[in-house]
Structures are given as C-alpha cells and as structure tokens.
C-alpha cells in the first residue's frame, strides 16, 4: 500500500474537531450536547445577507475574479475605512475563509525551513498551515498567571534566528480572549522593523474589543506598512462561517502579485459567498452593536460561573469569545473524552476543546481547556451546571 507523505503525517489534528465523534455518539445515546468546543456564532447573520442570498438574480454562477469582486473589496474598504485602516481596494485580496488567507500569505512569504514566531496558545490550525508550506512555527509562551499578556520582547528575540522570517499574532486572540495594548504592539512593531520580518496580524474578532482602549490594528503602526499581511473574515462578526469568505491585507506590491499566483491556481473565491458578505457590510449599527451587547453579557456571565466552581479559573477575556480556563484536572482531554464518553448530568454533558492543541510546547496547557461562549446565556447556565457536576464526579480530579 503506498505511503502517505511526511506532511500529511505531521499535520496536527484539530483540537477544536477532533473529539466530534465522541460528540455525535453521546447524541446518539440520546444526550444532549453543550457545544463549548467551536467558535460557531449562534446569533443570526445579517437579513441584509440572506436577503441578498434569497433574490440573486444572476442566470449564470460564474467564475469571479480571483482576487474577488471589484465592488466587494470597494465596500470592505469602506468597512475598513470606520477602522482608520488605511488601505486601498487594490491592496485587498478576497480569499476562501480567513484559513485560506492564513495558508495563501504563508504560502507567498516562507520558504521551506523558515520559521514563525507565535504566542502560545495560538489558533491550531497556523501550525497546520505552516506545515503544508513546509515553514516551522516555534512559540514563545505565555501564561494563564498573567492573563496571557504579550511575552518581553527579550523572550522574542531569544528566538530570532536566521531563518525567522515574520511574528504572527491574533488579535484579539484565538484562544484566549487575549486583547494586545498599544504599548504591547509598539513593541511588536520595533522587533519587526529591527529585524525586517514581517507582522502577520489575524484581526478577524476586531468588532469585539471589551476594554474602553481603542482597538490597535496592525496597521495603525507607523513605519512597517509594507511588512504588515492583515489576516481577516466575515465569519464571525456577521455570523457567517459557512460561506467561507476572508480577505488577505497588505501594501507590499511583490508580496500582492506572489499572493495573485495562488489564487489564480485556485482560480475564485466563492461567489454565492461574496455576494453575502457584500451585502451583509451594510449591517445597521444596532445589529452589530446587539451582538457586541449579547457577547458582553455571555462573557460576563460565563467568567463569573467558571470562577465560582472550585478549583477553576479562567482570567477575564477582553476580546473575541473565547476564554482559556485551567481545571482541577490531571488532564483536560481524558476529562474532555470522559464527559463526552462516560459521564452525563440531567440528560446532559458538554463538549470542550483541550487547550494542549493550541500549544506546541510539550506538558503545555495540560489542565486548561478552551471554552467559546457562543450560546445563549440559559444553555451557558446548563452548560456550568453539568461542568461542575463533572467535576465532581470525575476520577483524575487533582484538588
């Protein structure tokens, strides 16, 4: 039987998918599943959105441009514009999803060998992409005791090699609600231009800042323009993941044609998707403002009732919706499985991603899971009440 390829093999399997089929079998035994694993928004998406979708009146689903739709990429200027990021349409590049403008931007920038440098815990699938380009992501840590604050500069540069080729960072942060300071990008933006790396910055959760700071984008750093590759999607802030439209930002023109190449071969972005996402940029303000509101609220009630279970802790997320808790666990996948195999609470259990997938360091993240409040806050309620019954009852508890 001929053999898979090294890559295929290296490639880490999703901590936020993996545990699925343990999921699905759980239903079939008639439980009924909390989804904390995924960051599926459960809010709707915009009418203006499935209006566009309902009354499309082309007679020919066509190929579109591969870098998109002219009058797209106008109105994701226009969005961009409320943002003071200062780009034009032609430094715009519409892509199948922000992973596909995560893989595209690897693809065009690194070479096999090159290394990334990323916080940890960092979204599982950048390691992912990194592989399938042959380039190596090495983390430097942060910490739950902090809050996940930025890690020193020193601790950086420690890692900084010839072959470093760029710093990525999610802001705010995929997996831990993480939101960086201004003081925190300046800092980002020194190392970057001293070294002449790029910044690959993942802002895709920027409508979902809980600090009364401004939100920082990369872009609003002075001097690296041309280094910075903006990562972004309207998956999440208009509850759209399934029709897999994202964008890759930047003003560096070779990197723009490098980028141009990719997607010619995988010839346009979906059409039915972009003419939602087009439509859906003209969402009023109330209905962005209603769920920041209902994210706000999820957050505060979530946080609140991890920490009053004991020996739980989760620190405040100040962006996205996501928060990184640590459990009194001996590990926080065997307990994932668990819930999901062994144990079940008034006809329930629950469905959480292990936070060791989110980081490469070995040991690392052993007793945290990755928890996304993305539902309403009654089953957020449930959803407390089986986790601390699990808990409880559960056979590696550590205190």
Not at 105 to 129: H, K, Q, R, S, T
Not at 243 to 248: E, T
Not at 259 to 267: D, E, P, T, V
């Amino acid at each position: 039987m001929p053999s898979i390829s090294q890559r295929g093999m290296s490639m880490p399997q999703s901590p936020i998918r993996k545990l699925v089929p343990l999921s699905n079998a759980a239903k079939k035994r008639g439980l009924k599943v909390y989804h904390l694993n995924i960051g599926q928004p459960d809010l709707p998406t915009p009418q203006q959105g499935l209006d566009a979708l309902k009354h499309i009146d082309r007679t020919t689903l066509e190929y579109s441009p591969s870098e998109g739709l002219l009058s797209l990429r106008k109105k994701l200027k226009d969005y961009y514009d409320r943002f003071n990021i200062r780009v034009d349409v032609d430094d715009i590049i519409v892509t199948a999803g922000g992973s596909e403008a995560v893989l595209f931007a690897f693809m065009a920038c690194l070479d096999p060998g090159d290394e990334i440098i990323v916080p940890e815990p960092a979204y599982a699938n950048y390691m992912a992409f990194a592989i399938s380009c042959g380039a190596k992501i090495v983390t430097v840590p942060s910490s739950i005791d902090t809050g996940f604050a930025l890690p020193s500069v020193e601790e950086f540069e420690k890692l900084i090699t010839p072959r470093t080729k760029g710093i990525l960072i999610c802001n705010p942060n995929n997996p831990t609600g993480y939101l960086y300071t201004m003081k925190e990008m300046i800092q980002l933006r020194d190392l970057v231009k001293k070294y002449d790396l790029y910044l690959f910055s993942d802002e895709v959760y920027r409508e979902f800042c809980y600090t009364g700071a401004p939100y920082i984008s990369a872009f609003h750093l002075p001097g690296i323009e041309e280094q910075v590759v903006l990562i972004d999607s309207v998956s999440k802030r208009y509850s759209e993941c399934g029709i897999r439209i994202g964008a890759i930002i930047t003003k560096h023109e070779k990197l723009k044609e490098s980028i141009m190449k990719f997607c010619m071969a995988r010839l346009s972005p979906p059409l039915l998707g972009q003419i939602v996402a087009e439509a859906s940029i003209d969402a009023d303000k109330d209905y962005m403002l209603m769920n920041y509101n209902e994210y706000v609220e999820r957050r505060k009630f979530l946080i609140d009732g991890l920490n009053r279970i004991p020996g739980c802790y989760s620190p405040i997320p100040m962006g996205a919706f996501y928060t990184v808790a640590a459990l009194p666990v001996d590990d926080a996948e065997k307990f994932c499985r668990w819930c999901l195999e062994e144990f079940e609470y008034e006809g329930a259990t629950i469905f959480m991603a292990p936070a060791n997938g989110f980081y490469t360091t070995p040991g690392a993240g052993r007793n945290e899971v990755r928890i996304a409040y993305v539902l309403k806050k009654e089953d957020l309620a449930a959803a407390l009440r089986v986790l601390a019954a699990a808990l409880a009852a559960y056979p590696g508890r550590t205190n």
